[in-house]
Each structure stands twice: as structure tokens, then as C-alpha cells.
């Protein structure tokens, strides 16, 4: 089975941190995703990698960078957190071939900035 | 921005009960995936659906894809309060993107 492993299930911040989410998948996957969930909105994507040092944006870059140095690895950074950033952040990971493939998610992190 | 429309959002029924969740959109899609996410862990998929009028069954979940793959249901029989979850649908366009678009969500809670 797949394993994608998010470091952290809960996670307290302060405004103005810069905050590094990790996000290991064991499986040799190409494409790895960031979301965040929120209630009533659903999965947003944030970014994006389908190979190493490759990333795209997904709908909700703003206030995100995110590095991809190792295949397994795919971090989300909050450059400078704010508030609005509080959120269930969950990370996915799929094969190459296109979007049918499907996604598999860590536990997610639930990060809380004050 | 693309949309997919979930219904209903909340579900709450009695155990043995049936039920069917809506997932619809304006746009046509590659293929329909299903996830169930219970609390504390992330979505982990159920089914895709990529053949328009297909129909899937998982024991007493059946999936069905639209003749027109703009829309998907899922149809539970007899509930049990295992099936308590989210439940979202993820529409795909195939070899020409990476991303999926995710439905809101349909909450259910089986009642033993």
C-alpha cells in the first residue's frame, strides 16, 4: 500500500512565522499535490510537482511557495502566516498518466495560526 | 473556474436506511473518482468512473457516471454506522492535466 507520511497532525503557529509542512510518499510516485480543506469549500489545490524541482500552481497559490529536492519530498512553506491560513492542509500523492490516476492522502496537518 | 456540485451536504439517517448523493456539473469530465474521508484521516478512494453510463458496485455502494460524464451518484443500501464519513467526487480531464476538482463534500452519519 501506499504511504504518504505529513510530519506534523497538529501544528500552532504565530502571525508572521515562516511554517514548512513536509510530506514524504514511499510508493516512487511522479506527481505529488498540497490541498488545504476547508468546511463548506471542499479540497483547493494549492500547488502542484510532477517531478523533481517542477512545480506548478494549483487554484490558491498566495501566501505559499512549496520545494520538491527528492522525489519522496514535497514541502508546502507559509512564507509569512497569517490567520486566514488556519486550515486542514493534506498532501497527495498519484503516478504519472494524467489526472485519472488516483490521489493518495496523508492524515493531513491541521495547522492553527494565531 | 470549474465546478462540481455536491448533494446533498448533510446526511443524517437511520442504520438499514438507503441513500443517494449527487455530484453534478457543467463540464465534462475524463472520469469521476469517489473518496471517503473519516475523521482525523485523509480522503482514500472508493472508485473511478470513466465510461459514460458506467456502473460500478463496491458491496453495498453503487457508483454510477452520467450517459454524458457531467454527472456521477452514489447509492448506498442498508447503511451501517461504518459508512459515516465524507464523501467526495474528484473530476478528472484525463492525460491533459494533473489536477482534479473537487466537490464540496456530502457529510453522512448513520445512526445506530
Known amino acids: 500500500d501506499v504511504k504518504v507520511t505529513q510530519s506534523s497532525r497538529y501544528l500552532v503557529k504565530r502571525t508572521g512565522e515562516k511554517v514548512f509542512l513536509e510530506c514524504v510518499q514511499d510508493?516512487?510516485?511522479?506527481?505529488m499535490f498540497w490541498y488545504r480543506q476547508d468546511p463548506g469549500l471542499g479540497l483547493r489545490l494549492i500547488y502542484f510537482?510532477?517531478?523533481?524541482?517542477?512545480?506548478e500552481k494549483g487554484d490558491i497559490p498566495e501566501g505559499y511557495s512549496v520545494s520538491r529536492e527528492k522525489k519522496e519530498r514535497f514541502s508546502l512553506i507559509l512564507e509569512s502566516a497569517s490567520t486566514n491560513q488556519t486550515s486542514m492542509y493534506l498532501c497527495?500523492?498519484?503516478?504519472?498518466?494524467?489526472?485519472?490516476?488516483?490521489?493518495?492522502f496523508g492524515d493531513g496537518t491541521r495547522l492553527s495560526i494565531l | 473556474t470549474q465546478l462540481l456540485e455536491q448533494s446533498p451536504q448533510f446526511l443524517s439517517i437511520q442504520e438499514g436506511e438507503n441513500l443517494t448523493v449527487y455530484c453534478n456539473s457543467s463540464?465534462?469530465?475524463?472520469?469521476l473518482q469517489w473518496y471517503r474521508q473519516e475523521p482525523g484521516e485523509g480522503p482514500v478512494l472508493l472508485v473511478t468512473?470513466?465510461?459514460?453510463?458506467e456502473v460500478k458496485k463496491l458491496k453495498r455502494l453503487t457508483f454510477q457516471f452520467g450517459d454524458a460524464r457531467k454527472d456521477s451518484s452514489l447509492h448506498i443500501t442498508a447503511a451501517q454506522p461504518g459508512d459515516t464519513g465524507l464523501y467526495l467526487c474528484?473530476?478528472?480531464?484525463?492525460?491533459?492535466?494533473?489536477?482534479?476538482?473537487f466537490g464540496s463534500g456530502t457529510r453522512l452519519l448513520v445512526r445506530p
Open positions: 474528484a473530476g478528472a480531464w484525463g492525460d491533459s492535466s494533473y489536477k482534479l476538482i
Open positions: 468512473v470513466v465510461t459514460g453510463g
Open positions: 510537482s510532477y517531478d523533481v524541482k517542477m512545480k
Open positions: 463540464s465534462v469530465f475524463s472520469s
Open positions: 510508493m516512487d510516485h511522479e506527481n
Open positions: 497527495a500523492s498519484s503516478l504519472a498518466g494524467g489526472s485519472n490516476q488516483p490521489q493518495h
